[in-house]
């Protein structure tokens, strides 16, 4: 029994770090807490149901609330999606297709790539393409860079769910006589729908936060405008400008606004996780 | 002489430089069960994937020689054509996972954008579960997901979805290897009653079932076809050598 | 009959080329932003030169511009953020990955990590500046130098916390990728769990680890709105860690909508495009790394 005290030894110290890494870890809790508190407390205190129904008054005047703001990213979340879902998963479809394809795993890293790029970029490239040409910042120039930005997590996720589905569900479908792309519309994407689905409410959520992008796309704007061809307002937007402003009322709005784009964004990141679970296809 | 419904003549099949099914003719009668037998990777699956022209769709994968059904060569048809005329069982149960069992039946009518009314479909969906002899366990629940039935339950659904297009002929491949002995004897039993309508082409690894329920066997030995005969013929007294030791159990 | 499959040979041709033109397309996308950006920034590289990297001014009135200011700015603030949060996410990812993996407590922390990660960069730079900028206030009046609150260390604390989440979740995938067996060989001889971390886990790990730290650190350099709220916004290369600065992206942020000039314009863009390669480089080297390592 020689090596007993070098033996507590390692169990002191194995308990030591244990209790480091603990402490540490749950550390963590500390800004969730207080960036969670800031927004419930100063979030709520400021809310009402004129905040909701209302749209911008100057600074001074009682009253104004965000319905613009709140229109606004509905407006943008909804454009976006309408052209970035259909390419992200036909695009998807086309990477798991061709899986043992050269040329495919090139695009497939490719989209990888394009998951790193600054989501502030894409707002210069959307500021380019879109803002120049019409002379004037809009809602579709944003929606435009926006919608790059939730490219690579549909075609991702679409990718990922279709290489999942067994072989055998296709050969189902060819020896039934079904051509190829009725055995894709009809039997395999329905199959991945609830990955396909999560992996839109994602990106979703993703951009109903994003700023930096629309700052000089879809710029912002201090009236309802339902025009996408207009600047137009979105949270985000609304809480920069209000941040950054020195009037303390205006800094009550932002705190408002926060809660509810919060919100918005954490009802998205739960039907995603709902959808993944509950939806899921049983094979 | 019995009537042959398909006539395989000098079949080869390739998956890249892999010679798998080498040179093969044969004839198959008839509502008739015919198996193919032999030991893993002898070509088996790959001759009756020849038959409905899914080897093809493996990467690299051709054939050469003629099938004919009846008289028009399948080699030479529109896939997708042929496929409607000939229904296939897998070693898997593969149901569809987001349809019904009702809507499984009738899937080739479904996804093809095939329209038939109603009553005909239910109709469709009667008889076809009635010879997969699946009716009376799913009746009351027509509108509930496959995936969740047994599998033997699952395979039988496979087998209703495939003579719900009224095929000439289905082609099984190893149907019971994944299922247990009971399912396995059931789907035996129902097969027997289903080649009254239906020419059955079945390939199996067990000889026991070959001989069970087969009326013609084929067996294969490294993609060539050894010895071709009627199953009493075949099992009592092979004339191939190789044959023979392989019944008596000496490889495979 | 046959009309009928020839209308569906013809669907099956035009679903083919609608997928394979789909994929074309991304990548015509892709090329098109790096394309955009190239273009867009001749006229800034044409007039700045190298300056344009080797200068230490930026003044659009005077159109002498340097981004070297931004490219440290961005480089001291991401660094220092990668540091503060670098204990926070190791402990954190072999909390879940080792001691509470497969646990029912783990759920604490996944949940603490995702709702972070789900947190939108405005309401951080928000949060920041209303919350964290005056206790960093206090914080520098006692250390006595000037209180500002506002600065690179502000910024980097802001993204320390947004780069836990991302850090930690490709950490823990490579912790648990160490084969239990040997694991299990080490505790057979005796060994204590922290010594199998130390010995086994992390030896194992560390290449995916770093991987991890090194494509948080690509996130951090893109960061936008948090930074740019409370970073300060001074356009020269920053004396402390707590001076004011600014960082590619706050810049640009910050000066693009009111850009009068063209030439202004361009040497913003140029400064995208400068962002835009630093970025694309560190996170193709972390996903090469683990592509490398860990995937099959």
């Known amino acids: ?283 | 002489m019995e009537d042959q419904v398909l006539s395989i003549r000098n079949l080869n099949a390739y998956f890249g430089d892999f010679h798998a099914v080498k040179n093969v003719s044969m004839k198959v009668y008839k509502n008739t069960i015919t198996a193919i037998m032999g030991p893993s990777g002898c070509g088996k699956t790959t001759l009756i994937r020849c038959v409905n022209r899914l080897h093809e769709l493996t990467e690299g994968a051709y054939t050469t020689g003629e099938i004919f059904l009846r008289n028009n060569n399948i080699l030479s048809m529109n896939p997708i054509v042929i496929r409607r005329q000939i229904g296939m069982v897998f070693q898997k149960p593969n149901p569809f996972p987001t349809m019904s069992i009702y809507d499984n039946v009738v899937a080739g009518y479904k996804i093809n954008g095939i329209k038939i009314d109603k009553t005909e479909m239910d109709a469709i969906v009667e008889s076809s579960l009635k010879k997969a002899v699946l009716w009376d366990e799913v009746k009351d629940k027509l509108r509930q997901k496959g995936v969740f039935l047994s599998g033997g339950q699952q395979q039988r659904l496979c087998i209703a979805r495939a003579i719900a297009m009224k095929p000439e002929i289905i082609l099984l491949d190893e149907p019971t290897s994944a299922l247990d002995p009971k399912s396995t004897l059931k789907i035996e039993e129902l097969l027997e009653e289903l080649k009254k309508d239906v020419t059955i082409l079945i390939v199996t690894h067990n000889i026991a079932q070959a001989a069970r329920i087969s009326d013609y066997t084929a067996f294969m030995y490294l993609g060539e076809l050894i010895e071709y005969d009627k199953s009493d013929k075949m099992f009592t007294s092979p004339s191939d050598p190789k044959t023979n030791e392989y019944l008596k159990g000496c490889f495979g | 009959m046959s009309h009928f499959f020839s209308k569906e040979r013809r669907s099956e041709t035009i679903f083919r080329w609608l997928l394979l033109s789909s994929s074309f397309l991304i990548i015509l996308i892709i090329f098109s932003i790096a394309l955009t950006l190239v273009i867009e920034s001749f006229p800034s590289i044409k007039h700045n030169g190298l300056s344009l990297l080797t200068g230490d001014i930026w003044d659009p009135v005077s159109e002498k511009y340097s981004v070297l200011p931004f490219i440290v700015g961005t480089f001291i603030t991401s660094i220092l953020a990668l540091i503060i949060s670098i204990p926070f996410s190791i402990a954190a990812s072999l909390y879940l990955g080792e001691y509470a993996e497969g646990k029912r407590s783990s759920i604490i922390i996944k949940s603490v990590l995702d709702l972070l990660a789900g947190i939108p960069s405005i309401i951080y730079g928000f949060w920041g500046l209303m919350v964290l900028v005056p206790v960093v206030r206090k914080f520098e009046e006692i250390l006595g130098i000037p209180p500002l609150g506002i600065g690179i260390f502000t910024a980097s604390l802001i993204l320390s916390i947004m780069i836990i989440p991302y850090t930690t979740s490709i950490a823990r995938e490579v912790i648990r990728l160490v084969p239990q067996d040997i694991k299990e060989a080490a505790y057979s001889l005796g060994a204590t769990r922290f010594e199998v971390i130390r010995d086994i886990v992390i030896p194992y790990a560390k290449s995916g680890i770093f991987a991890g730290i090194l494509l948080s650190f690509g996130r951090a350099f893109g960061e936008t709105m948090a930074v740019t709220m409370v970073i300060g916004n001074a356009n020269y290369i920053p004396k402390s860690l707590f001076a004011p600065a600014n960082t590619m992206a706050s810049v640009i942020a910050n000066e693009f909508a009111e850009a009068t000039s063209d030439l202004y314009l361009s040497t913003l863009v140029s400064l995208g495009l400068v962002l835009l390669i630093t970025s694309l480089v560190v996170n193709s080297i972390g996903r090469f790394i683990i592509t490398r390592f860990y995937v099959k």
Do not use: C
Not at chain 1, 68 to 74: C, M, S
Not at chain 1, 227 to 236: A, T
């Open chain 1, 1 to 283: 029994m020689n090596d007993f005290p070098a033996y507590r030894r390692r169990e002191i110290t194995d308990k030591i770090v244990r209790i480091a890494i603990y402490i540490t870890t749950f550390t963590i809790l500390i800004p969730l807490l207080l960036i969670f508190g800031f927004i419930i407390k100063n979030g709520i205190s400021n809310i009402s149901v004129g905040f909701l129904i209302n749209n911008p008054v100057p600074v001074g005047e009682e009253g104004g609330g965000i319905l613009n703001a709140i229109l606004g990213t509905f407006i943008l979340i909804i454009l976006s999606s309408l052209i970035a879902v259909p390419f992200g998963i036909t695009a998807g479809i086309f990477l798991s297709e061709n899986s043992n394809k050269k040329y495919a795993q090139y695009i497939s890293t490719l989209v990888d790539v394009f998951q790193g790029i600054p989501s502030i970029v894409l707002g210069i490239v959307a500021y380019v393409w879109i803002v120049l040409p019409l002379k004037k910042f809009s809602a579709i120039s944003g929606a435009v860079a926006l919608s790059i930005m939730m490219l690579p997590t549909i075609i991702k996720a679409t990718e990922e769910t279709l290489k999942m589905i067994p072989y055998t569900l296709k050969e189902a479908a060819y020896s039934l006589g079904v051509p190829y792309h009725r055995t894709i519309l009809k039997v395999i994407l329905p199959a991945a729908l609830s990955g396909i689905l999560s992996g839109t409410l994602v990106s979703i959520g993703r951009i109903s936060g994003e700023t930096a992008p629309l700052l000089f796309t879809a710029f912002g704007s201090n009236i309802l405008e339902l025009n996408i061809f207009k600047p137009m307002n979105s949270l985000p937007l609304l809480i920069y400008n209000y941040a950054k402003s020195p009037y303390p009322e205006w800094h009550e709005l932002a705190w408002a606004a926060s809660f509810v784009l919060i919100t918005i964004v954490f009802i998205f990141n739960l039907l995603a996780s709902i959808g993944e679970k509950k939806w899921k296809i049983k094979f």
